[in-house]
């Protein structure tokens, strides 16, 4: 296993800990990586230093709140924090409402196989490795999309991702998820 | 079973959080329908958070951001965290929870106004960038005529439509850009009931008067 991977994983594990024993060493460390990245996340879209500093609490304080329904088989602690991240500048910097999907979460006492996690941080790993490989012009072009910079119709050059096997590992996810949700139908 | 589904551009602008609210709606939906696009979705999300694990530039936190966090979510800790609540899966609703957040209720609760034809619509509020309605279109009944001023999206809830191109039955949604020009028929069977977004006005071709529109909101 990679040096990045296990990283990766214990990012996965510093969440569990804060959402099981309120963990604030174990928060401390989260904050410590993603904070000052989401800080630039925010400034990269268009808020200032003040705004950015201001929002970038409020998404680490919503990561302490939330860390419950954090799924290490379906993301990566990067992944969900971006999702936080991104919803905080839809509601600071458009002042819009996001439609959300219907939420399909594990429940409380459905904890996500540890294999199944790990296979998804390695998925993410190679995600994130075929990324930083691209040829410079088309990594902006991703990077400017996810900052906000690009209309939906400019997007349509930056989607041509290596995205095959994330997409069929989360499929397998949400498949055993349903299967274990109709299980629990009959139950009722 | 879903045929006609998202593509790849509505996926990644929805994750990246640059689609205007009314597009958003019609994605929220159809994931919320489809697990092969809640896949493809969540591939996009990583996407995301590849882009937040390789930022370069260093940025400093401002002094005692810990602290103040803590605070904060010390303040906060009898109230709901600021995150976008997700709506929940309801077993016997008969609209999808993201629709049901704009109606304000199921189904019963949708205040529909007719637009002629026996064709009903309800307009439900989203911010001004595009437009999304609620279409109700009795089996049978074509929808007028119309041409496509820029982006439209159609996602059947109910029943299913027909045009010269293709079928479309629950869950499908229907991506038209402005050189399409199509007359969706209701097929026999349940009412079709769709959810349509727009970020151009719909122009009726066909029989209903011109002279209604600005009156009907179209």
Redesign the interface.
């Known amino acids: 296993m990679s040096e990045a991977v296990e990283k990766r994983a214990a990012w996965a594990a510093e969440l569990e800990l804060v959402a099981s024993s309120r963990d604030a060493a174990a928060f401390a460390k989260v904050f410590a990586h993603f904070a000052p990245r989401v800080k630039a996340f925010l400034m990269k879209s268009g808020a200032d230093a003040a705004m950015a500093e201001e929002c970038a609490q409020d998404v680490m304080a919503t990561v302490w709140h939330k860390a419950g329904s954090f799924d290490a088989s379906r993301a990566s602690a990067a992944t969900w924090i971006f999702t936080i991240a991104r919803n905080r500048r839809i509601d600071m910097l458009r002042r819009e409402r996001r439609p959300e999907p219907e939420d399909l979460s594990w429940g409380p006492e459905a904890d996500p196989d540890q294999e199944d996690a790990m296979t998804m941080q390695q998925e993410t790993e190679r995600l994130s490795a075929a990324i930083a490989s691209l040829p410079e012009k088309q990594r902006v072009l991703i990077e400017r999309a996810y900052f906000g910079d690009l209309s939906h119709s400019e997007i349509a050059e930056a989607t041509g991702l290596p995205l095959g096997t994330i997409k069929s590992r989360i499929r397998m996810a949400l498949e055993r998820l349903r299967h274990r949700m109709s299980q629990e139908g009959i139950r009722e | 079973m879903i045929k006609h589904h998202l593509n790849?551009?509505?996926l990644?602008?929805y994750?990246?959080?640059?689609?205007p609210?009314a597009?958003?709606?019609v994605?929220?939906?159809h994931?919320?329908l489809c697990?092969?696009c809640?896949?493809?979705?969540?591939?996009?999300?990583?996407?995301?958070?590849?882009?937040?694990?390789?930022?370069e530039?260093?940025?400093?936190?401002?002094a005692g951001?810990?602290e103040?966090?803590?605070a904060?979510?010390a303040a906060?800790e009898q109230e709901a965290?600021?995150?976008?609540?997700?709506?929940?899966?309801l077993?016997n609703a008969l609209l999808?929870?993201?629709v049901r957040?704009?109606v304000g209720g199921d189904l019963d609760a949708v205040q529909w106004r007719s637009v002629g034809g026996g064709v009903r619509q309800a307009i439900l509020p989203?911010?001004e960038r595009a437009s999304v309605r609620l279409l109700h279109i009795p089996a049978g009944i074509a929808v007028p005529d119309h041409t496509h001023g820029g982006?439209e999206l159609t996602l059947v809830l109910q029943g299913a439509f027909r045009d010269e191109h293709d079928r479309f039955g629950p869950g499908d949604v229907e991506i038209a850009t402005q050189d399409v020009h199509h007359t969706p028929v209701a097929e026999p069977g349940p009412d079709c009931i769709c959810l349509a977004a727009t970020d151009a006005p719909l122009r009726f071709s066909g029989w209903l008067p011109r002279l209604a529109q600005p009156f009907v909101n179209i």
């Open positions: 790849d551009e509505l990644m602008a994750s990246a959080g640059t689609l609210e597009f958003s709606l994605v929220a939906t994931v919320s697990d092969t809640r896949a493809r979705l969540e591939g996009f999300d990583a996407v995301g958070g590849a882009v937040l694990e390789i930022i530039d260093e940025i400093d936190l401002s951001s810990l103040a966090t803590m904060r979510i906060m965290a600021i995150d976008t609540p997700r709506p929940a899966a077993r999808p929870g993201p957040e704009y989203t911010s982006l």
